[in-house]
C-alpha cells in the first residue's frame, strides 16, 4: 500500500489519528492520479454519504472558486435585473429548510 496525505472534510479523522494509518491502495492511488489534482468523490453505501478526496493545497483554491463563482451569478443577476428584495430572516428559514432536507436524506 501506498501512504498518501489527504484533507477529508470529516475532519475527526484528522484529530483522532485515522489519517495517519489510512493508507490507499494500488489501485486507489492510480485513481487519484488520473484524476490529475480533480476532487475525488468517494460514496459509503452502508452510511449513505459521500466523502470527498482532495489534494493537499487545493481546498484553498476550490473555496476561492468556489466564491469567484457566485460573485460571477450574482453580478449577472444585478446586470440583468434579476436582484429583488431580501430579509434576513427568509435566507435564515431557507438555509433551515435545506439542513432538514439533507438531515432526513441521511
Known amino acids: ?9 470529516n ?14 491502495t494500488p489501485e486507489q492511488l492510480q485513481v487519484l ?8 468523490h468517494v ?15 487545493l481546498i484553498p483554491t476550490l473555496d476561492d472558486d468556489y466564491i469567484r463563482a457566485g460573485l460571477s451569478h450574482g453580478n449577472r443577476q444585478v446586470e440583468s435585473g434579476q436582484e429583488g428584495e431580501w430579509s434576513a430572516e427568509e435566507i435564515k428559514s431557507a438555509g433551515r429548510q435545506l439542513l432538514a432536507r439533507r438531515d432526513r436524506s441521511s
Open 1 to 9: 500500500m501506498v501512504s498518501v496525505s489527504a484533507n477529508c472534510y
Open 11 to 24: 475532519r475527526t479523522m484528522e484529530i483522532d489519528g485515522l489519517a495517519e494509518r489510512f493508507e490507499f
Open 33 to 40: 492520479q488520473d484524476g490529475v489534482g480533480q476532487p475525488l
Open 43 to 57: 460514496p459509503v453505501d452502508a452510511t449513505n454519504k459521500v466523502y470527498l478526496v482532495v489534494e493537499e493545497g
